[in-house]
C-alpha cells in the first residue's frame, strides 16, 4: 500500500503556487532517530497538545508507549471512544483550542464517527488520531480493519491515511492547522501500525504541503460598502447571528457594531452568549423554539444581516415562505454556505471578526458623512413583540418540578462565569432559553447534528480545559444513559463535573411531537426512570460511580439542593430533577410550516392568526 498523503509538487510547481496559510513558525528542532510512534508524541508536543482523551487497542498500542513518557501531554482514559470525541468537542468548545482524541483502529475508530461528524456539523476543531492495521495487510479485512478515512470523508474537514513513519509529522501538523484555521472542523490521521513501529528521523517544524488551501480571511472592500449602504437604507434591519462569531472570537468587535448601529439581533442556538441576553436589543434566539420577538423579527425585516450563520432549517422554517421581504446579506468563512439556502443579494467570503471590523469602519464613515439609518420605529415595534410575548412558562400544580424553573435557577445561582453544557431535547432548549448568557463559549450543545449523549463528556472536557470554572452538564434522562459510564472517568481524573438530569421519565421531545402531532399515542417514549420505577435509580448509580447523588422532588427543594452540588468540589455531583412529564418546549414552530405559523404557549394557537 503506498502512503495517501498528497503527492509533493516540483519545484517548478512550488515556485508558481502562492503560499499556504501557514501556523506560528515553531523553533526548529535537530533530527533525531526515533520510532515513528516517538514521532507521532512528540509532533503532539510541538503543536502544544496538553490533553489526549483516548483508548488504547491492538493498531495504535505502539503510541500508548511513549505517551506513557510525556511531560507536557495528559492522556485522559474515557469508558467509550464516542466519550473521547465528545470530550475533545468540550474541551475545543471551551477554549477555541484543538481538542484531540485517539482510538485504535475498527470499532474504536469507528466509535469516533458520531463526535467527528458532530464536530464537523458544528464547526468545532479537533484532531481525531486513530490506529490502523498494518499496511501490507490494508484491504484484506484483516482484524479490526475498517476503512476509517473512507467512512469519515464525507463527515470530516479532511482526513489522512499515514503508513510511513517519516510522513507522521507532517500529517500532524498539517491537520492541526486545517482543524482550525478557516472554517474549524474535525481532521482525521489513520497511522498504520508498522508505521508507528518503523525507525524514522524527526525534526520540527516539517514542511506544510497544502495546495489549494487558501481560506479568504480578509471580506472584499466593495462587498463591504455595498453592505454599509443597504444597511444606512434599510427601515426594518436584523442582525442574524450565528456560531461563526463565537467560532471566530468575534463578540466584542459584534457588540461595538451592535452599538454603533442600534440594529435589533438574535443569535441562533449555536451563538448564545455572542451578545449578553441583557442587551436592551437582543431579541433572543430564533428558529423553532426560539422566542417569538426573534422569529417574527427575521419574518417581518425588510435586512437581514446574517453573520457566521448558515440558514438552517430549524431557523428558517419553511424556507420558500422564510422573510419574504427581506434583502439578504450573508457573510461566512466558507463559501459554500453563501447563497446554499437563501440567495444572498450580498455576499461576503470572510473570516467574521474582519468582516465586522470592517463593517464598523464603513458604517462609522457613512455616518460621519450624515448617512445614518433610522430604524426608531422598528425597535419600537420590535420591543413590543418582546413585552407581549415574553418567555415564560407555567407552574406545575400536581406538586412536581417545572423544569423551566429547574434551569432557570441553576443559571441564576451558578452565574454567568459558570460553562452550560446540555445533551439533545426538551431540556437543551429550556437551557438555551432560560438561563441568562452573557459571555462567549459559556453555552456548548450539539446543534447542528443533534447527538443524544453529548453533554457529559462535553462537559468533561470544557472541565479539563477550564477547570476554575464551574460546568454544568444539563442533560435528560434519556441522554444521561447513552454516555454515563464517563462518570467514572470524572472520578478517577479529577473532574468534578456537575450534572442535572432533568427526569421527565420519558424522551421529552419526542413525547412532546407524539402529544401534539399523533393523539397522544406514546410509542416506546417511557423510560421508567423516576417515581417508583427509578430504572435506573440515579442516585444511586451516581454513588455507585463514587459521584454524590441528591435528588429533589419538591419546588421549595431546588434552591438547597442546587447550592449544596455548587459547595462541593472535590468531585462530581449529579443531581436528579424529578420534573413534571408533559412539561412542553414554547414557543414552536412545527416542522415543515411557516415561521409565520409560530405557536405560543397561550392556547397553542399561531401567534399572527389572533393579531399582527
Request: with cysteine; aromatic share 6%; hydrophobic share 40%.
Given at each position: 500500500?503506498?502512503?495517501?498523503?498528497?503527492?509533493?509538487?516540483?519545484?517548478a510547481?512550488?515556485a508558481?503556487?502562492?503560499?499556504?496559510a501557514?501556523?506560528?513558525p515553531?523553533?526548529?528542532?535537530?533530527?533525531?532517530?526515533v520510532?515513528?510512534?516517538q514521532?507521532?508524541?512528540?509532533?503532539?508536543?510541538?503543536?502544544?497538545v496538553d490533553?489526549?482523551?483516548?483508548?488504547?487497542?491492538?493498531?495504535?498500542?505502539?503510541?500508548?508507549d511513549?505517551?506513557?513518557?510525556s511531560k507536557s501531554?495528559?492522556?485522559?482514559?474515557?469508558r467509550?471512544?464516542?466519550?473521547?470525541?465528545?470530550?475533545a468537542?468540550?474541551y475545543?468548545?471551551?477554549?477555541g483550542?484543538?481538542?484531540?482524541?485517539?482510538?485504535t483502529s475498527?470499532?474504536g475508530?469507528?466509535?469516533?464517527v458520531?463526535?467527528?461528524?458532530?464536530?464537523n456539523?458544528?464547526?468545532?476543531p479537533?484532531v481525531?488520531?486513530?490506529?490502523?492495521?498494518?499496511?501490507?495487510?490494508?484491504?484484506?479485512?484483516?482484524?479490526?480493519?475498517?476503512d476509517?478515512?473512507?467512512?469519515?470523508?464525507?463527515?470530516?474537514?479532511?482526513?489522512?491515511?499515514?503508513t510511513?513513519?517519516e510522513?507522521?509529522?507532517?500529517?500532524?501538523a498539517e491537520?492541526?492547522?486545517?482543524a482550525s484555521?478557516?472554517?474549524?472542523?474535525p481532521?482525521?490521521?489513520?497511522?498504520?501500525k508498522?508505521?508507528?513501529t518503523s525507525?524514522t528521523?524527526?525534526?520540527?517544524?516539517p514542511?506544510?504541503d497544502?495546495?489549494?488551501?487558501h481560506p479568504?480571511?480578509r471580506?472584499?472592500?466593495?462587498?463591504?460598502?455595498e453592505?454599509a449602504r443597504?444597511?444606512?437604507?434599510?427601515?426594518?434591519?436584523?442582525f442574524y447571528?450565528?456560531?461563526?462569531?463565537?467560532?471566530a472570537?468575534?463578540?466584542?468587535?459584534?457588540?461595538?457594531l451592535?452599538?454603533?448601529?442600534?440594529?435589533?439581533?438574535?443569535?441562533?442556538?449555536?451563538?448564545?452568549?455572542?451578545?449578553?441576553?441583557?442587551h436592551p436589543?437582543?431579541?433572543g434566539?430564533?428558529?423553532?423554539?426560539?422566542?417569538?420577538?426573534?422569529?417574527?423579527?427575521?419574518?417581518?425585516?425588510?435586512?437581514?444581516?446574517?453573520?457566521?450563520?448558515?440558514?438552517?432549517?430549524?431557523?428558517?422554517?419553511?424556507?420558500s415562505?422564510?422573510?419574504?421581504e427581506?434583502?439578504?446579506?450573508?457573510?461566512?468563512?466558507?463559501?459554500?454556505?453563501?447563497?446554499?439556502?437563501?440567495?444572498?443579494?450580498?455576499?461576503?467570503?470572510?473570516?467574521?471578526?474582519?468582516?465586522i471590523v470592517?463593517?464598523?469602519?464603513a458604517?462609522?464613515a457613512?455616518?460621519?458623512?450624515g448617512?445614518v439609518?433610522?430604524?426608531?420605529?422598528?425597535?419600537?415595534r420590535?420591543?413590543?413583540?418582546?413585552?407581549?410575548y415574553?418567555l415564560g412558562?407555567?407552574?406545575?400544580?400536581?406538586?412536581?418540578l417545572?423544569?423551566?424553573h429547574?434551569?432557570?435557577r441553576?443559571?441564576?445561582?451558578?452565574?454567568?462565569?459558570a460553562?452550560y453544557?446540555?445533551g439533545?431535547?426538551?431540556?437543551?432548549?429550556?437551557a438555551?432559553?432560560f438561563?441568562?448568557y452573557?459571555?462567549?463559549n459559556?453555552?456548548?450543545n450539539?446543534?447542528?447534528?443533534?447527538?443524544?449523549?453529548?453533554a457529559?463528556?462535553?462537559?468533561?472536557?470544557?472541565?479539563?480545559a477550564?477547570?476554575?470554572r464551574?460546568?454544568?452538564?444539563i442533560?435528560?434522562?434519556?441522554?444521561?444513559?447513552?454516555?454515563?459510564?464517563?462518570l467514572a472517568?470524572?472520578?478517577i481524573?479529577?473532574i468534578?463535573?456537575?450534572?442535572?438530569?432533568?427526569?421527565n421519565?420519558?424522551?421529552?421531545?419526542?413525547?412532546?411531537?407524539q402529544?401534539?402531532f399523533?393523539?397522544?399515542?406514546?410509542?416506546?417514549?417511557?423510560?421508567?426512570?423516576?417515581?417508583?420505577?427509578?430504572?435506573p435509580?440515579?442516585?444511586?448509580?451516581a454513588?455507585?460511580?463514587?459521584?454524590l447523588?441528591?435528588?429533589?422532588?419538591?419546588?421549595?427543594?431546588?434552591?438547597?439542593?442546587?447550592?449544596?452540588?455548587?459547595?462541593?468540589?472535590d468531585r462530581?455531583?449529579?443531581i436528579d430533577?424529578?420534573?413534571?412529564?408533559?412539561?412542553m418546549?414554547?414557543?414552536?414552530?412545527p416542522?415543515?410550516?411557516s415561521?409565520?405559523k409560530?405557536?405560543?404557549?397561550?392556547?397553542?394557537?399561531?401567534?399572527?392568526?389572533?393579531e399582527?
Amino acid at each position: 500500500m503506498t502512503d495517501t498523503l498528497p503527492a509533493r509538487p516540483t519545484p517548478a510547481q512550488l515556485a508558481q503556487r502562492k503560499p499556504a496559510a501557514q501556523p506560528a513558525p515553531a523553533t526548529k528542532t535537530a533530527p533525531v532517530e526515533v520510532t515513528g510512534a516517538q514521532s507521532l508524541v512528540l509532533s503532539l508536543e510541538a503543536v502544544g497538545v496538553d490533553t489526549v482523551f483516548g483508548i488504547p487497542g491492538g493498531a495504535i498500542l505502539p503510541a500508548y508507549d511513549p505517551l506513557m513518557d510525556s511531560k507536557s501531554v495528559r492522556h485522559i482514559l474515557v469508558r467509550h471512544e464516542q466519550g473521547a470525541g465528545h470530550a475533545a468537542e468540550g474541551y475545543a468548545a471551551a477554549t477555541g483550542k484543538v481538542g484531540v482524541c485517539m482510538a485504535t483502529s475498527g470499532p474504536g475508530a469507528t466509535n469516533l464517527v458520531t463526535p467527528i461528524a458532530d464536530a464537523n456539523m458544528d464547526s468545532v476543531p479537533i484532531v481525531a488520531i486513530t490506529g490502523q492495521v498494518t499496511s501490507t495487510s490494508i484491504g484484506t479485512d484483516a482484524f479490526q480493519e475498517a476503512d476509517i478515512r473512507g467512512i469519515t470523508m464525507p463527515v470530516s474537514k479532511h482526513n489522512y491515511l499515514v503508513t510511513k513513519a517519516e510522513d507522521i509529522p507532517r500529517a500532524i501538523a498539517e491537520a492541526f492547522h486545517l482543524a482550525s484555521t478557516g472554517r474549524p472542523g474535525p481532521v482525521l490521521v489513520d497511522v498504520s501500525k508498522d508505521a508507528l513501529t518503523s525507525r524514522t528521523t524527526f525534526s520540527w517544524p516539517p514542511t506544510l504541503d497544502l495546495p489549494g488551501y487558501h481560506p479568504v480571511t480578509r471580506p472584499h472592500g466593495k462587498q463591504i460598502r455595498e453592505a454599509a449602504r443597504l444597511i444606512a437604507a434599510a427601515q426594518r434591519p436584523i442582525f442574524y447571528i450565528g456560531g461563526g462569531v463565537i467560532r471566530a472570537r468575534a463578540s466584542e468587535e459584534l457588540r461595538r457594531l451592535v452599538d454603533l448601529t442600534q440594529i435589533p439581533l438574535v443569535t441562533t442556538l449555536m451563538a448564545r452568549g455572542a451578545v449578553p441576553d441583557d442587551h436592551p436589543l437582543h431579541l433572543g434566539m430564533p428558529g423553532m423554539h426560539g422566542t417569538v420577538s426573534a422569529v417574527t423579527g427575521l419574518q417581518k425585516s425588510d435586512l437581514i444581516i446574517a453573520l457566521g450563520a448558515r440558514f438552517d432549517d430549524r431557523v428558517t422554517g419553511q424556507l420558500s415562505t422564510f422573510a419574504p421581504e427581506a434583502t439578504i446579506i450573508h457573510a461566512d468563512i466558507d463559501p459554500a454556505e453563501i447563497s446554499k439556502n437563501r440567495y444572498a443579494d450580498v455576499p461576503i467570503v470572510g473570516d467574521c471578526k474582519e468582516v465586522i471590523v470592517d463593517l464598523i469602519d464603513a458604517i462609522a464613515a457613512d455616518q460621519a458623512a450624515g448617512r445614518v439609518g433610522d430604524y426608531a420605529a422598528w425597535r419600537t415595534r420590535v420591543a413590543g413583540w418582546m413585552e407581549t410575548y415574553p418567555l415564560g412558562y407555567t407552574d406545575v400544580q400536581d406538586g412536581l418540578l417545572a423544569p423551566q424553573h429547574v434551569i432557570e435557577r441553576i443559571g441564576a445561582l451558578s452565574g454567568p462565569e459558570a460553562t452550560y453544557v446540555a445533551g439533545v431535547g426538551q431540556h437543551q432548549m429550556w437551557a438555551a432559553q432560560f438561563i441568562r448568557y452573557s459571555r462567549p463559549n459559556s453555552w456548548i450543545n450539539s446543534g447542528g447534528l443533534g447527538t443524544m449523549g453529548f453533554a457529559i463528556p462535553a462537559a468533561m472536557g470544557a472541565k479539563v480545559a477550564e477547570p476554575h470554572r464551574v460546568v454544568w452538564a444539563i442533560d435528560g434522562d434519556g441522554c444521561f444513559q447513552m454516555t454515563n459510564q464517563e462518570l467514572a472517568t470524572c472520578v478517577i481524573n479529577d473532574i468534578p463535573i456537575k450534572i442535572a438530569v432533568i427526569n421527565n421519565s420519558s424522551l421529552g421531545m419526542v413525547r412532546q411531537w407524539q402529544t401534539l402531532f399523533y393523539n397522544q399515542r406514546y410509542s416506546n417514549t417511557d423510560l421508567h426512570t423516576s417515581h417508583n420505577s427509578r430504572i435506573p435509580d440515579f442516585v444511586k448509580l451516581a454513588e455507585a460511580y463514587g459521584v454524590l447523588g441528591l435528588r429533589a422532588e419538591k419546588p421549595e427543594d431546588v434552591d438547597a439542593t442546587i447550592q449544596e452540588a455548587l459547595a462541593v468540589n472535590d468531585r462530581p455531583v449529579l443531581i436528579d430533577f424529578v420534573v413534571h412529564r408533559d412539561a412542553m418546549v414554547w414557543p414552536m414552530v412545527p416542522a415543515g410550516v411557516s415561521n409565520d405559523k409560530i405557536l405560543d404557549a397561550r392556547d397553542a394557537a399561531p401567534v399572527w392568526e389572533r393579531e399582527d
